[in-house]
């Protein structure tokens, strides 16, 4: 089995910073891309960041330059730095990951870090 664990998650401030933790344990050979989502309440799950193996990222464009994503493949961990944090940033922030085992690749989710942003 595969467990993606997060944190990091908290309430801060308008234009404080938080920076989030995903970790990968498990039956894993190895990871492929790595990506950052979130779902504020009545709305649907949405990309904030993903990175691929070779580190290539990409970002929503609500977030784009305010949020970094990055990786650490020797620890199969992601994070999330995001600072100038807005009110609309507040949401359930999961991470996901695609997962190379001995015989299939999958896609796995975290249980989710609530990140609040009071104004």
């Known amino acids: 089995q595969v467990q993606l664990v997060e944190s990091g998650g908290g309430l801060v401030q308008a234009g404080g910073s938080l920076r989030l933790s995903c970790v990968a344990s498990g039956m894993i050979l190895s990871l492929n891309d790595m990506g950052w989502y979130r779902q504020a309440p009545g709305k649907q799950r949405e990309l904030v960041a993903a990175v691929t193996s070779g580190g290539r990222t990409n970002y929503a464009d609500s977030v784009k330059g305010r949020f970094t994503i990055s990786r650490d493949n020797a620890k199969n961990a992601a994070y999330l730095q995001m600072n100038s944090l807005k009110p609309e940033d507040t949401a359930v922030y999961y991470c996901?990951?695609?997962?190379?085992?001995?015989?299939?690749?999958?896609?796995?989710w975290g249980q989710g870090t609530q990140v609040t942003v009071s104004s």
């Open positions: 996901n990951a695609v997962v190379r085992r001995s015989t299939s690749v999958n896609g796995y």
